[in-house]
T-cell receptor, first 115, second 114 residues
Framework: QQQVKQSPQSLIVQKGGISIINCAYENTAFDYFPWYQQFPGKGPALLIAIRPDVSEKKEGRFTISFNKSAKQFSLHIMDSQPGDSATYFCAASWRSGGGADGLTFGKGTHLIIQP | NAGVTQTPKFRVLKTGQSMTLLCAQDMNHEYMYWYRQDPGMGLRLIHYSVGEGTTAKGEVPDGYNVSRLKKQNFLLGLESAAPSQTSVYFC?????????????FGPGTRLTVT
């Protein structure tokens, strides 16, 4: 079953703190794990992505940690800022037998950074 | 370079009415997708297309039809709208096979069915 479970549903963090969002998956055929960021009234946009053969990827204040054996991955936002307030979606990419591909998304985390 | 555009931005329909949502992309992407976004449900794939003239069902295809007559356009149709189809609809595109995980999203269409 192509499913990605995301937690928490909502998160409040103080400015300067670390925001952590977690995701778990079952399908070992997933081949990439991206995170998307969505601001109110906008479409989601790719934030950062990781391959399953890499344990960590960092881009600025954003880090993905990947645990292949546990089938879990997480997004860490260091020094969280009010401008980071948004909804974050984890996802996993898949290929069907017919050569198609797509993304399965988690249900999202509404992050609020308090000044 | 406009990226992915969606028409219309907002629409209110009565139950039983039909409508078509238009998605256009100017990035020469092969793959295009239609999602719906509902509170607490994330993004769910309705239909997708791997190239001009081809379409396939996603996770929640019932009540929707799609067409991809031109590479740059992907149309989503509702033949007989139901209140359960009240949602925000997003179109996305991606270039494959190089960037399977990177999808570019449009700004969305907010649809209300009364």
């Amino acid at each position: 079953q192509q499913q990605v479970k995301q937690s928490p549903q909502s998160l409040i963090v103080q400015k300067g703190g670390i925001s952590i969002i977690n995701c778990a998956y079952e399908n070992t055929a997933f081949d990439y794990f991206p995170w998307y960021q969505q601001f109110p009234g906008k479409g989601p946009a790719l934030l950062i992505a990781i391959r399953p053969d890499v344990s960590e990827k960092k881009e600025g204040r954003f880090t993905i940690s990947f645990n292949k054996s546990a089938k879990q991955f997480s997004l860490h936002i260091m020094d969280s800022q009010p401008g980071d307030s948004a909804t974050y979606f984890c996802a996993a990419s898949w290929r069907s037998g017919g050569g198609a591909d797509g993304l399965t998304f988690g249900k999202g985390t509404h992050l609020i950074i308090q000044p | 370079n406009a990226g992915v555009t969606q028409t219309p931005k907002f629409r209110v329909l009565k139950t039983g009415q039909s409508m078509t949502l238009l998605c256009a992309q100017d990035m020469n992407h092969e793959y295009m997708y239609w999602y719906r976004q509902d509170p607490g449900m994330g993004l769910r794939l309705i239909h997708y297309s791997v190239g001009e003239g081809t379409t396939a069902k996603g996770e929640v295809p019932d009540g929707y039809n799609v067409s991809r007559l031109k590479k740059q356009n992907f149309l989503l149709g509702l033949e007989s709208a139901a209140p359960s189809q009240t949602s925000v609809y997003f179109c996305a595109s991606s270039y494959s096979p190089g960037q399977l995980y990177e999808q570019y999203f449009g700004p969305g269409t907010r649809l209300t069915v009364t």
